[in-house]
């Protein structure tokens, strides 16, 4: 009995540790993806969910880097380019959040770590001809990457819904992409 006693203070202290180091993630982004891996059966629905809440995620980052550009930039024509961005991503962020609430899809809050990165380190700079530069190619990157994106999905979904947003959407992502190509060989 004795040994019993000695030893339940060092048992209760080993279940503190073990469910102390459980981590609890706030990670919207990985919430979202968490969320649709245990809705979705179908392999199908499952990446169709995981293409809607990436887009969401990357719209939030073309937003935040569009605001950015308004506030450093002193190019009149990123600056133009900019807001166009800021009121047409966020158009398709209103468009892609219905659609996700429509198919029960869970989307995240805020833009990926990843994004964010990109976005500390371009409020860093202070060169503002550095900034433009940059700001140029990181969004003619991740246009041509949306692009990519868009159009896979495209051929691989069978949700016509989805096909039809895509459909509607890749034409404003294009122009987008020609709006900041043109801009970033003009600078």
Same mark, same amino acid.
């Not at 506030?71 to 892609?96: F, M, P, R, T, V």
């Not at 860093?124 to 190619?137: A, G, I, L, M, S």
């Given at each position: +009995? #004795?040994?019993? /006693?000695?030893? !339940? ?13 459980? @981590? ?47 506030? *450093? ?13 800021? *009121? $047409?991503?966020? @158009? ?18 805020? $833009? &990926? ?19 433009? @530069?940059?700001?140029?190619?990181? +969004? ?6 949306? !692009?990519?994106?868009?159009?896979? #999905? ?8 989805? &096909?039809?947003?895509?459909? /509607? ?9 020609? *709006?900041? @190509?043109?801009?970033? /060989?003009? !600078?």
């Amino acid at each position: +009995m #004795r040994l019993v /006693q000695k030893f !339940i203070p060092f048992l209760f202290a080993g279940f503190v540790v073990i469910s102390c180091g459980k @981590k609890e993630t706030t990670d919207t982004n990985e919430i979202a993806e968490e969320s649709n891996e245990e809705k979705f059966d179908e392999r199908k629905e499952e990446k169709d969910a995981d293409f809607v809440a990436e887009t969401v995620a990357a719209n939030y980052a073309e937003i935040s880097l569009a605001k950015l550009a308004t506030q *450093k930039s002193d190019n009149a024509q990123i600056k133009e380019i900019a807001q166009l961005l800021e *009121k $047409e991503h966020g @158009k398709l962020l209103e468009d892609l959040q219905t659609f996700a609430s429509l198919k029960a899809i869970t989307v995240p809050s805020e $833009e &990926k770590d990843e994004a964010k990165r990109k976005i500390e380190d371009l409020t860093k700079e202070e060169n503002v001809k550095d900034f433009n @530069k940059k700001w140029c190619k990181t +969004m003619v990157d991740q246009h041509e990457k949306n !692009i990519k994106e868009f159009e896979s #999905r495209l051929e691989k979904t069978e949700d016509a819904d989805l &096909k039809i947003l895509i459909d /509607q959407k890749l034409p404003d992502l294009r122009a987008h992409l020609d *709006k900041v @190509k043109a801009c970033e /060989q003009s !600078i």
